[in-house]
């Protein structure tokens, strides 16, 4: 079991970069792959960026590949996504999740979750 708390969201010009984090509780953060995923108003859920466990792996929505990137640091209990270039339809809570086993893009197969950080940018 997992706690996620995201932050570093918040209101940024186009083409302009956010870092978000999340942080993880408890010593066994490193057993977790995680995922990032956003949700933008009257829009589902979407996949954003994954990595495995160690870190080693990671694979991210081909519409964001070359603007974001995931990284973690197991030794902080951090998660974070490097979000360059952004552009307005960036603009949504983006979530950070652990799954128990192997990463993916699949949502229903992270069974924790943040509380979710804005993120919005303006033209």
């Known amino acids: 079991q997992v706690q996620l708390v995201e932050s570093g969201g918040g209101l940024v010009q186009a083409g302009g970069s956010l870092r978000l984090s999340c942080a993880a509780s408890?010593?066994?953060?490193?057993?977790?792959?995680m995922g990032w995923f956003r949700q933008a108003p009257g829009k589902e859920r979407e996949f954003v960026a994954t990595?495995?466990?160690?870190?080693?792996?990671?694979y991210y929505a081909d519409s964001l590949k070359g603007r974001f990137t995931i990284s973690r640091d197991n030794a902080k209990n951090t998660l974070y996504l490097q979000m360059n270039g952004l552009k307005p339809e960036d603009t949504a809570v983006y979530y950070c999740?652990?799954?128990?086993?192997?990463?993916?893009?699949?949502?229903?197969?992270?069974?924790?979750w943040g509380q979710g950080t804005q993120v919005t940018v303006s033209s």
């Open positions: 990595i495995s466990y160690s870190g080693g792996s990671t």
């Open positions: 408890g010593r066994t953060f490193s057993s977790y792959a």
């Open positions: 999740a652990a799954t128990d086993y192997r990463y993916t893009t699949t949502p229903a197969l992270y069974a924790y």
